[in-house]
């Protein structure tokens, strides 16, 4: 079956100095702009862009998983660093 709901992750640093991330959503092949945010990142040092997108994705998947509300596909941007971590994410939150 295809994905009806597909859910991609960045991470990106405003003006160098405020670590945000963001989400964009679609639903059915379209652009979900209820779903979309914008997060802070909280808890990371500036520059860990690593730190910020397990905490994007740990704040998000927690919260998605509790209301049964995961979506089909996530994508994270990046490289093998990132993918990792969103690995692990998935892994200790027990998201199969």
């Known amino acids: 079956r295809y994905p009806k709901r597909i ?5 990106s640093n405003i003006s ?8 964009v959503a679609f639903t059915d092949a ?8 914008l997060f802070k990142i909280k808890t990371v040092p500036k ?9 994007v994705l740990t704040r998000h998947l927690t919260r998605a998983k509790e209301t049964d509300d995961l979506p ?4 994270v941007d990046g490289g093998k660093g990132q993918l990792s971590v969103a690995q ?9």
């Not at 379209?30 to 945010?37: C, N, Q």
């Not at 089909?72 to 994508?75: M, Q």
């Open 16 to 23: 160098g100095t405020d670590p945000v991330a963001s989400l």
């Open 88 to 96: 692990q994410v998935f892994k200790d939150l027990d998201i199969a």
């Open 72 to 75: 089909d596909l996530v994508i």
């Open 30 to 37: 379209e652009k979900d702009s209820k779903r979309t945010r």
């Open 47 to 55: 520059g860990d862009d690593y730190g910020a997108m397990r905490e």
């Open 7 to 11: 859910e991609c992750f960045d991470t």
